[in-house]
């Protein structure tokens, strides 16, 4: 019977009693002599590797030859204490057998350490480094956490469309989906192209946000979340901006704008707290390397209360700060990332949920104040990120959601279907988007988004 393979997080667990085992992996390093070899062997399951021990009068030469970084090996063998430093386990190989090899002259990834930039020009292979191989463990843990977390409190997980005719966001900043020939496209009388003869009959494109579809959704099952992603065309080159992310939308009948808050702060805190405890060696290898305030700052979102301010009361505070920012800032701007770090990181020290913004700066579906000027948006913002989550109370009532829609020219035919939740049996509701690179950055303390995803769409960059 052949040995069933065991994982390294797991292997690294047992208690050495010279029992057999087989692991398979990638060879990280190799070092040694003409007597003895050691091999630090990686599977992906964990930042640690094991360490294997080769006898070397016990393998033909060629075939240890053939034993370098990167190459990938099938070893059974004893699980013993380990003799050396670093490691509680080892393995004393009995046999090997070398997958494939990795020609040092070519393979990438040799021992010394790459930049981040680097790295971004071989995203194919960068997954097989410490660094992503945390990063991307961290990823999956947050989005596991996310499952959970609406899991337990009762919300169903809704999937939206991805290609549709209707600008959420009202930004214009889509890409197009047709599959009309460019080069030679129909035209009707007027000149203008003739969408009806494209796929869908009109014209479509990738979906900036689910939320209207989750609107639809939320007021039959009460409360669900989106988790998908999401596309943006906007020319943003920026640390913080992504062409293609995936985003968490959550959307809730019968919550009101202060209900949003307190959902919003709470599913932050739980992600967070998920990672800092099913993550714990991967954010310390990223602490150690990268940013070594990161747990502490991770902890110190847990123990705060966000702070709940309007958009009125922060552009005072920042108007009265003093302080020169790059972009000036006065009643009616859209707040820059720069304001809201100051709000965040100097002014109060902790996270602050920003609310009621000017109605022109904000999408066309927001509830309108009393004041006739603001909306009920919030904005959550974060150290270092700046917003991570945007949301807001619906306007719920037919006829202002609809002064709204003609106002901005927005095309009914577009519209129908989303108006009907406020003509039939309309409730008060709200919802928010979580960026999820943006929680995978904050809680990874990488510094640049493209480095959160695996393979990141920015503009002029679509390898891999
Ligand atoms: O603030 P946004 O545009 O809000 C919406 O799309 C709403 N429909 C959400 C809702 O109420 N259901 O985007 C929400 C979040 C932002 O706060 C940010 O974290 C992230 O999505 N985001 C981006 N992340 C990466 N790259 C981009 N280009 C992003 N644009 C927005
Ligand atoms: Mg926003």
């Excluded at 992310?245 to 009101?256: G, K, L, Q």
């Excluded at 123990?303 to 009616?332: A, C, M, Q």
């Excluded at 991570?388 to 006829?399: A, H, L, M, Q």
Aim: hydrophobic share 40%.
């Amino acid at each position: 019977m052949t040995l069933r393979r065991t994982i390294i997080s797991e292997l690294l667990t047992l208690a050495p009693q010279g029992q057999e085992v087989s692991v398979k992996g990638w060879v990280r390093t190799r070092r040694g002599n003409k007597h003895v070899q050691f091999v630090a062997l990686n599977d992906g399951s964990t930042i640690n590797n094991i360490q294997i021990v080769f006898d070397a009068a016990l393998f033909p030469d060629d075939t240890l030859k053939a034993v370098t970084t990167g190459s990938s090996l099938h070893v059974t063998g004893t699980l013993v204490e380990s003799q050396g430093k670093g490691q509680s386990v080892e393995i004393q190989a009995k046999t090997l057998e070398v997958y494939g090899t990795a020609d040092p002259e070519k393979y990438p990834l040799q021992k010394k350490g790459h930049t981040l930039e680097f790295l971004r020009e071989i995203a194919h292979l960068r997954p097989r480094t410490n660094t992503f191989g945390a990063v991307l463990r961290v990823r999956s843990a947050l989005a596991q956490a996310i499952h959970r977390f609406f899991g337990e409190r009762g919300f169903y997980y809704l999937n939206t469309p991805l290609i549709t005719a209707s600008d959420c966001e009202g930004a214009g900043a889509m890409f197009q989906v047709t599959t009309l020939d460019l080069n030679n496209l129909p035209k009707d009388e007027e000149g203008r192209v003739d969408y009806a003869q494209d796929f869908f009959g009109k014209p479509t494109a990738l979906t900036v946000s689910g939320q209207l579809e989750g609107e639809l959704g939320a007021t039959a099952l009460g409360q669900i979340y989106t988790f998908g992603p999401t596309f943006r065309a906007e020319n943003s080159n920026t640390p913080r901006h992504l062409s293609e992310f995936w985003m968490i939308e959550p959307e809730m009948a019968f919550y009101d704008i202060s209900d949003n808050m307190d959902l919003a702060e709470d599913f932050i805190k739980y992600c967070i707290r998920y990672a800092i405890e099913n993550c714990r060696d991967d954010i310390e290898f990223l602490a150690k390397m990268y940013d070594n305030d990161l747990i502490e700052r991770l902890e110190g979102i847990l123990n705060n209360d966000f702070v709940r301010l309007t958009y009125t009361e922060g552009i005072k505070i920042l108007e009265e700060s003093g302080k020169k920012f790059e972009f000036p800032v006065h009643w009616g701007t859209d707040l820059q990332s720069e304001h809201e770090r100051y709000l965040v990181e100097e002014h109060f020290g902790k996270p602050v949920i920003l609310t009621d913004y000017p109605a022109e700066i904000k999408a066309f579906y927001m509830k309108q104040n009393d004041d006739g000027k603001t909306v009920r948006a919030m904005d959550v913002l974060f150290p270092k990120i700046g917003e991570i989550i945007g949301g807001s109370e619906r306007e719920e009532n037919y006829d202002k959601l609809l002064a709204r829609i003609e106002a901005l020219d927005i095309p009914m035919k577009d519209m129908w279907w989303y108006l009907d939740t406020r003509r039939f049996g309309t409730v008060p509701h709200s919802g928010f988007g979580l960026g999820f690179e943006r929680l995978v950055l904050f809680v990874t303390g990488m510094t640049n988004i493209r480095d959160v995803i695996p393979f990141p769409r920015t503009p002029k960059n679509a390898e891999f």
